[in-house]
């Protein structure tokens, strides 16, 4: 299930409106095109003709892959409560989402991200087989690591994939990106490490959660 409808932009910068072709939701097994789609800039990407203004179009998109048991979907929520209300209300709707999809609750991993990075970072971790609660832990280490180097700057961190020397993230520091790569063996002693609190972390398969680094620092304080 692919679902997209055409809908009418304002451009923000000239006023001038085009028509744009929305998916709501990205179905990988039946249409795989899209997600190259969405890595290139190419999904849900609103251009203006008149002043060349470019710009992702945000909005309720649900990304599904049932062959990886995942199924994501990048929320609208402004604020904490929000994302609660968000949450409480998915996870009220499974029923539905079961019947929608024919999918197996147990089985799938669900979770919410804020934006399209953090679709496409979510996306790179569950095509490696990786827990995104541990690469959240690593990403606490990489941001404290470039605080004792540029003070306050603002640090922000995407993960890229596994490359030839291990795990690859972008970090932003500023108007910087730079690239990192830490051991994979860092990550399977995380993985160790922690194991007990991460029974314990609500991430249980079958419920939608909210995964970033701000929700796995208290396991990294205890």
Known sequence: MNLSEMIE????SCRN???????????????PSLKDKLYDGQLNQFHCSNCGYDAFL???LIYQDLERNMMLQVTNAQNDED???ELEYLNGSNEILENTFS????KISFRIVSDKNSL??????????LDDRII???KVFIYQEFLKQYNDATVEILFLGIGNEGLDFLVFVGEEKLQTTLQMEMYHEIKEKFSSSLSDFETTKGSWCFVDQNTVLELLEN
């Open 103 to 106: 999918v197996k609750m147990e």
């Open 17 to 31: 409106k085009e028509s744009v072709e929305y998916f709501g939701i990205i179905n990988v097994q039946e249409n």
């Open 120 to 129: 496409i970072e979510k996306i790179n971790i569950f095509d490696n087989s």
């Open 58 to 60: 945000d909005g309720s």
């Open 83 to 85: 994302l609660k209300n």
């Open 9 to 12: 932009v304002e451009c923000p």
């Open 136 to 138: 959240e832990m690593l």
